[in-house]
């Protein structure tokens, strides 16, 4: 493997080499100057990493955080847009200066864990709690940081495939075991970006991870993304509380907001008056995919209705946590100094349930020695025409 010096060397030796995604001032498709992502964050070095396939898409990805910076993808008539939010340089991404998950590779546990503890065999183990009084997406504290705030050592293969490592001590974040995780993206030639998940440990441990892009279709974070529709294959979901922590309840969409398996705008009811809604400050929920692991069958589309981008998602998780940007106030600003509002972005981050490590019943998160854990995701992007007047 790399060292990170070498890496970030190495990316922009690659970046000179796709000429035909840069301009004359060595800039991505997507406008971005690849010299403000090399730099050195608590001695590991970061830098920029352009994927592109034949028909043009483009993907930036940063080792810092194994975050997805620009996705630029063909509307219906053509034109490159980049459909997720994130920021113009590597320092934007540090958690000094903006607090976000943008695009991030998400670990040890994506989502919440109740109180920050869990217990495996028959030892109770507990982690940072830094969303109120739980541990949200493993800890993002500035002493032992979640892998969104860490930098990946990386290897870019080729044009489509960049694969990234980390390294997760013992005891990091109150965690045990030293996991070995693996993040592999590959911009395939079908407009799709496949992410591919693996991870390894020398002790009993638990693992959920995900990716934690932010889409806006419309290529526009300044608009929201409630005329945007909806599609999920799923029948039940996993109602919270007031603090955002699973009951521990499967329950039915039927009749309530949260049934999307007829495809409606994401604002079309969440402003309703429905206990879920408010809980939740509008959708920040898990549903329980009624794919069952079979990724050939589609989880859930995004479509945006005013340019025809289509995004469908693909994976062999068992559940899709639908986040609807409800925190977005316009005070972040992103890319193109464009600030973003609420529900400016929606999330589909496909992962195990919520708290699963509490809840037995649930699909199992436990990973042991010799066994390797293995997640996929696949956001494919397609063009709906125009419809006939």
């Known amino acids: 493997m790399k060292t990170n010096l070498l890496i970030a060397a190495g990316a922009l030796v690659a970046l000179s080499a796709c000429s035909g995604a840069k301009t004359e001032s060595n800039l991505t498709a997507s406008g971005l100057d690849p010299q403000k992502f090399v730099d050195e964050y608590r001695g590991d070095s970061t830098a920029l990493f352009v994927l592109t396939n034949a028909n043009g898409m483009e993907a930036c990805i940063t080792n810092f955080g194994g ?18 939010l994130g920021f113009d340089s590597i320092q934007a991404y540090y958690p000094e200066n903006n607090s976000t998950d943008f695009g991030a590779t998400i670990g040890r546990y994506a989502n919440r864990i109740n109180e920050g503890k869990f217990e495996l065999d028959g030892e109770t183990y507990q982690l940072p709690l830094n969303n109120g009084k739980h541990s949200l997406h493993g800890g993002g504290d500035m002493g032992t940081r979640g892998w969104q ?5 990386a290897d870019q293969l080729n044009d489509t495939t960049l694969v990234l490592t980390l390294t997760d001590a013992d005891g990091n974040n109150g965690y045990p075991g030293t996991v ?3 993040v592999t993206y590959v911009l ?8 591919a998940y693996e991870a390894t440990t020398d002790k009993p441990t638990i693992i959920n ?3 934690h892009s932010y889409f806006n279709l419309s290529g526009d974070g300044s608009k929201p993304v409630t005329d945007d529709v909806l599609w999920l294959n799923a ?3 996993t109602p919270v509380d007031d603090t955002f922590m699973t009951s521990g309840e499967i329950v039915t969409v039927e009749g309530t907001p949260m049934d999307f398996r007829t ?14 809604l408010h809980n939740g400050n509008g959708y920040d929920h898990n549903w329980v995919l009624d794919t069952k692991g079979d ?9 945006n209705t005013t340019n025809g981008i289509r995004m469908e998602v693909y994976t062999d998780e068992p559940g899709v946590q639908v986040y609807t940007g409800n925190f977005l106030d316009g005070t972040v600003t992103g890319k193109g100094g464009i600030a973003h509002p609420q529900r400016s972005a929606v999330c589909l981050e496909t992962q195990h349930y919520p708290d699963s490590p509490n809840k037995p019943e649930w699909p199992s998160v436990v990973l042991r020695p010799g066994e390797k854990y293995t997640g996929h995701c696949t956001y494919r992007f397609t063009q709906v025409p125009e419809a006939a007047e």
């Open 67 to 84: 975050r997805v910076v620009t996705l630029m993808v063909p509307d219906r008539h053509g034109k490159l847009t980049d459909v997720v």
């Open 149 to 153: 705030y860490r930098v990946f050592q």
């Open 180 to 182: 070995e995780a693996k």
């Open 188 to 195: 395939g030639a079908d407009n799709d970006l496949k992410i």
């Open 209 to 211: 991870m995900t990716n």
């Open 235 to 237: 029948s039940n979901f």
């Open 263 to 276: 495809p409606k705008t994401i604002g079309r009811d969440i402003n309703a008056d429905y206990v879920q």
């Open 295 to 303: 990724m050939t069958a589609c989880a859930a589309t995004l479509e």
